[in-house]
């Protein structure tokens, strides 16, 4: 039987205010190419977002999420919107390091929209005495002065059937 579910890794919506992102790429213009330094920042905090998952710890976790009411994480069951309310779903999610089991990340694909913005294309490993799971997660990077930080998350994987 296979089962859906949303691993919401990383949340986010529109940013601040009234949501709209400014797009400083004028018509004709080739979209810049992410800078050695951006890239690092942004697999620093996503491989710190993995560890602390396979810690056990969901606080540290969610420093790779922008703490905003815009966050948004889309799953199986449908949009969560803010940070407060995506930690504590996945707490009752997953509430103890067996529920949490191993995650691993593989990114298929990190392209720059804008100066400003970043999106990231994977597949998740989830390995648990409880049952297996993988799928896939696209995620929104917004540049937030000078951190990179997750503004949506959008996963949505099954179980694997042994």
Known sequence: MKKYLVIGLL??????????????????????????????LIMNTFMLTEDAWNSGDLEEFMKGYIVSDRLVFVGSRGPTYGYNSTLESYKR???DLDAMGKLKFDIVDLYQVDTKTVIMIGKFYLTRIIGDMQGYYTLVWQKIEDNWLIISDHSSGEEVQN
């Open 11 to 40: 949340t986010g919506a529109v940013i601040m205010g009234c949501g709209r992102v400014e797009n400083n790429i004028k018509p004709g213009e080739e979209i810049p190419r992410l800078s050695a330094a951006d890239s690092t």
């Open 93 to 95: 999610g997953y509430p």
